[in-house]
C-alpha cells in the first residue's frame, strides 16, 4: 500500500497518525539510531486507510502490541527541516491507554522492526523540556491534554 507521502523538488509532504501514551505522568517515546531526537511511536498513513487503522498498524508493527487508539487530542500542521528536507506534515495525535502488557517492557525496551532498530523509553513529562524532542508543541501541552480534539499550526524551524 501506498503512504500518503511525496517529495517535490521544493520538500516532502506526509501524512502521520502518532501515539501519545502516557503512564504516571511519563510519555512513552522512541529513538532510531541515525535519527538526532526522540518522538512518538506512530507512522505515515496509507492512502484509502482510516488515520485510526494506520495507527493501530503501525503500533502493532512498532511495538509488537495491540494498542487500540484511545481518543484523538490534536491534529497538527507542521513545517520543519530534516536532514536538509523541508517537511510539511499533518500528524494526528491520538490518546493511547498503556495496557499492562506495554509497562511490564520496563522503562527501557528495544524492539527491531526490519532493518530499523526502535530504542523506547519512558520519559517524565519535565524531562521533555531538555530534550530533542517531537513535535516540540508537546513539551508543554503534555501538561494539559485537551478535553476535545485541538487544531494546532506551527513552524519548528
Same mark, same amino acid.
Given at each position: ?45 496509507? $492512502?484509502? &486507510?482510516?488515520?485510526?487503522?494506520? %495507527?493501530? +498498524?503501525?503500533? /502493532?508493527?512498532?511495538?509488537?502490541? #495491540?494498542?487500540?487508539? *484511545? ?23 491520538? $490518546?493511547? &491507554?498503556?495496557?499492562?502488557?506495554? %509497562?511490564? +517492557?520496563?522503562? /527501557?525496551?528495544?524492539?527491531?522492526? #526490519?532493518?530499523?532498530? *526502535? ?39
Amino acid at each position: 500500500s501506498m503512504d500518503i507521502s511525496f517529495k517535490a523538488t521544493e520538500g516532502a509532504f506526509n501524512y502521520r497518525a502518532a501515539a501519545i501514551i502516557v503512564h504516571d505522568g511519563k510519555l512513552l517515546v522512541l529513538q532510531d539510531e541515525g535519527i538526532p531526537h526522540d518522538y512518538l511511536p506512530g507512522g505515515r498513513v496509507h $492512502l484509502g &486507510e482510516p488515520a485510526e487503522a494506520a %495507527l493501530a +498498524r503501525e503500533l /502493532r508493527e512498532e511495538l509488537d502490541i #495491540g494498542l487500540p487508539p *484511545h481518543r484523538l487530542a490534536f491534529m497538527a500542521e507542521s513545517f520543519f527541516t530534516l536532514m536538509g528536507t523541508r517537511y510539511h506534515e499533518m500528524c494526528l495525535y491520538y $490518546l493511547t &491507554e498503556a495496557p499492562p502488557e506495554l %509497562l511490564r +517492557r520496563g522503562d /527501557r525496551f528495544t524492539r527491531v522492526e #526490519g532493518s530499523e532498530v *526502535h530504542h523506547f523509553r519512558w520519559v517524565k513529562f519535565e524531562e521533555l523540556r531538555e530534550m530533542s524532542f517531537f513535535p516540540i508543541f508537546l513539551k508543554e501541552r503534555i501538561f494539559s491534554l485537551p478535553d476535545s480534539p485541538e487544531f494546532i499550526s506551527l513552524d519548528s524551524d
